[in-house]
């Protein structure tokens, strides 16, 4: 079957009980027993296991074709879990320009608990060979990268981390399962902020793992969810399957727009360079065309000049909604270097832009006026 059949079909059960279409949500946080003191269905307590996020942990297991999905309040929360799973001594290897939160989590959290970490060049192979040591357990790939939309060559990079018996992790939360599957390019786990494509709407946080095997690391992940309850609510849940109904075309629909998007600003005279993997001068088009169905919705954009004219800009715009995040329905633009701080190494003329639903032509014109005042 195809993406969008899956989808649907992975996140559309009618009710046996009552026929009603769209799937009841199952806020009880607790099960009955019957008066032989059995269980009358497979749940006991929600923090565990919930039929409602039960329904979307599958649902997202299908569409990345694991063996086993877990789905967490947030993406930090599906990143923090995956690190718990590991023992004090245990190293992990990191790219230098994942989302960042990743590293926060190690710096912050892990770092003290007896973890340790290194973040390297993706893009350079034998750095990513050479800073494999034999404590190494988790090699963690973001392709595309934020911001700079660096592409990993993930068949590489896992084939590199299993010769030394690691686990290669892939957040796919850019590309999405529309656009690139990990477990088929031989990575271990996949991880998802369900917060950006799988909800769609800018209204819900969430995270997920999925898993390509269900052995002994995946179970150990699977003891601690339920231990910590680093869950979503069920609404949560359901919100976030009603999205999955629609991923596909949206995000074919809006990697089409942000292509026509991209072409414009690339030609255009104010601005410096377009960071987008849909463009044939992307440095990684090659391995782009190898390891993706399409460019997908993310592109970052440097104006001539510094932080001051790449803020004038954003400040004209009438479509774009000035925040960070992305992955909804709305165009958003962000100053991400604003948005990581004084210790951020962005460019600081560069723009991130998240495209929505809007039609192009709107967004080309409202981009068009602002660079041009
Ligand atoms: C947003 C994001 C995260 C973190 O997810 P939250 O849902 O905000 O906790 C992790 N990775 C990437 C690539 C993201 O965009």
């Known amino acids: 079957m195809h993406f969008d059949t899956l989808a ?41 296991n919930n039929p409602t996020r039960e329904a979307l942990e599958k649902a997202i297991a299908l569409l990345e074709g694991g063996a086993v999905g877990m789905a967490f309040g947030s993406g930090q929360a599906a990143t923090m879990t995956l690190f718990q799973a590991l ?11 994942a989302y960042y939160g990743t590293p926060a989590l190690l710096e912050q959290v892990f770092h003290p608990w007896g973890l340790t970490y290194t973040r390297v060049d993706m893009s350079d192979l034998d750095a990513v060979e050479s ?10 790939c973001e392709t595309p990268s934020n ?9 590489t990079v896992s084939r590199l981390a299993h010769e030394a018996g690691a ?13 690139q599957h990990p477990l088929d390019l031989n990575c271990d786990i996949v991880m998802h902020s369900t917060t950006k494509y799988f909800s769609g709407h800018s209204d819900v946080l ?18 601690l969810q339920g231990l910590s309850g680093a869950v979503p609510s069920p609404f949560d849940c359901w919100l976030v399957s009603r999205g999955l109904k629609t991923l596909g075309v949206r995000v074919r629909a809006q990697s089409l ?58 400040g004209k715009l009438k479509l774009f909604t000035r925040a960070t995040s992305l992955g909804g329905v709305e165009s958003l633009i962000e100053h991400r270097a604003s948005v990581e701080g004084p210790t951020s190494a962005t460019p600081k003329n560069l723009l991130r832009l998240s495209i929505g639903l809007e039609h192009s032509e709107d967004l080309i014109n409202d981009l068009a006026q602002a660079l041009s005042l």
Not at 147 to 155: A, E, F, K, N
Not at 288 to 311: F, H, R, W, Y
């Open 257 to 314: 727009t942000a292509q026509a998007v991209a072409e414009f600003l690339d030609g255009h005279p104010a601005v410096e360079k377009v960071h987008y993997p849909g463009l044939p001068n992307h440095p990684d088009r090659a391995l782009i065309q190898q390891q993706m169905n399409g460019p997908g919705a993310m592109l970052s954009v440097q104006v001539k000049g510094g932080a001051d004219e790449a803020i004038r800009f954003i």
């Open 131 to 140: 800073s494999i040591h034999e404590n190494t357990r988790i090699v963690w």
């Open 167 to 179: 686990l290669c992790v892939c957040d796919n939360t850019w590309a999405t399962p529309v656009l």
């Open 87 to 97: 023992r004090p001594g245990d190293h992990v290897l990191l790219s230098t320009d």
């Open 8 to 48: 649907l079909r992975a996140t559309h059960q009618s009710d046996p009980e009552t026929g009603a279409v769209a799937p009841p949500i199952h806020l009880s946080t607790t099960f009955a027993r019957n008066e032989a003191n059995e269980l009358v269905g497979d749940y006991t307590y929600t923090r565990p």
């Open 206 to 223: 969430g995270g997920a793992l999925v898993f390509k095997r269900n052995d002994e690391f995946a179970q150990r992940v699977r003891l």
């Open 147 to 155: 911001p700079m939309l660096t592409i990993t060559d993930l068949l």
